[in-house]
């Protein structure tokens, strides 16, 4: 569990020769959730409503994936999409979970597809929540969240790209994701992902459109209409290709979805997932 001292903190576990923090709560069927690339993120940072709403009825897992967070960094590593695929399925296996519900965000619904086509018998349905993973191309605000250098007016202007209510970005929370950020070896990692020019760390991402349309799974696709990082148009596409599809498109919302709208999106997440 959580340590009272800093809640970003949870278990650890050994997950593909990777010390991996995650947090795991609740009791039922697993449901994964893949946080998204923002400076500083974790995984708590990321579904800290998320978690405990779901937990009422599943056992949420939620790891600082590969180069993020509270998750060991091993020196010379190439972060690419097989090299974090490896770490899920890892995290799976040391959990002894043969087969989960997913949430991706952002990064992580690109993870997320990826995984899918890939070991598609480790996956049961999916979220999709401002996803990427199919080709387009790199938005201003994603090109300035991924070149971000630290300082607090450099934060200040990632955090209000990320959501439609800026009144959700206090001083507070603009102090706590720059102090994230500065932690020991966090830049470092983050800034060797994403180096410019950025278009090919995106089309990296990418999981072909036929292999996206040949996906058997049930999948909820969620976005905000007002998203400056990630377009609508993105989702759009998926709901197209993938057969068993459904999209919900939030209005006055931006790429924080489970945030700005989080009881909603809670509550129609833990419908889809039942």
């Known amino acids: 569990m959580s340590t009272p001292s800093d809640p970003e903190i949870g278990r650890s576990v050994d997950a593909a020769g990777i010390k991996t923090n995650y947090h795991d709560q609740g009791e039922g069927p697993p449901v994964v959730l893949i946080h998204g690339s923002g400076p500083g993120v974790t995984a ?16 949420v897992i939620a790891p600082d994936m590969a180069g993020f967070g509270y998750t060991e960094r091993k020196p010379g590593v190439t972060y690419n999409l097989d090299f974090w695929i490896r770490h899920i399925v890892g995290l799976l296996d ?74 959700l970005m206090t001083d507070d929370l603009i102090r706590s994701r720059y102090e994230a950020s500065v932690r020991p070896g966090y830049h470092e990692s983050y800034s060797s992902m994403f180096p410019a020019p950025r278009q090919r760390h995106l089309e990296a991402l990418r999981t072909p459109d036929e292999k996206i349309k040949a996906l058997p799974h049930e999948v909820l696709i969620v976005h905000g209409r007002d998203d400056r990082v990630i377009p609508v148009s993105g989702s759009i596409k998926l709901n197209q290709l993938i057969e068993r599809s459904e999209l919900h498109v939030f209005g006055q919302c931006g790429h924080w979805t489970q945030i700005e709208k989080k009881d909603r999106f809670n509550q129609l997440v833990e419908d889809f997932l039942v």
Not at 44 to 54: G, H, M, V
Not at 114 to 136: C, N, Y
Not at 138 to 152: F, H, N, Q, R
């Open 44 to 59: 708590y940072a990321n579904w800290r409503f998320t978690i405990p709403a779901l937990a009422k009825r599943f056992r």
């Open 94 to 167: 040391a959990l002894s979970i043969p087969k989960a519900r997913f949430i991706g965000n952002s990064y992580g619904g690109a993870l997320t597809l990826a995984l899918a086509s890939r070991h598609p018998e480790r996956i049961e349905k999916f979220v999709l929540m401002g996803s990427v993973g199919t080709d387009a191309p790199l938005t201003p605000g994603l090109d300035a969240v991924w070149g971000y250098e630290p300082s607090l007016e450099g934060m200040r202007k990632i955090v209000t790209l990320f959501a439609y209510n800026q009144a």
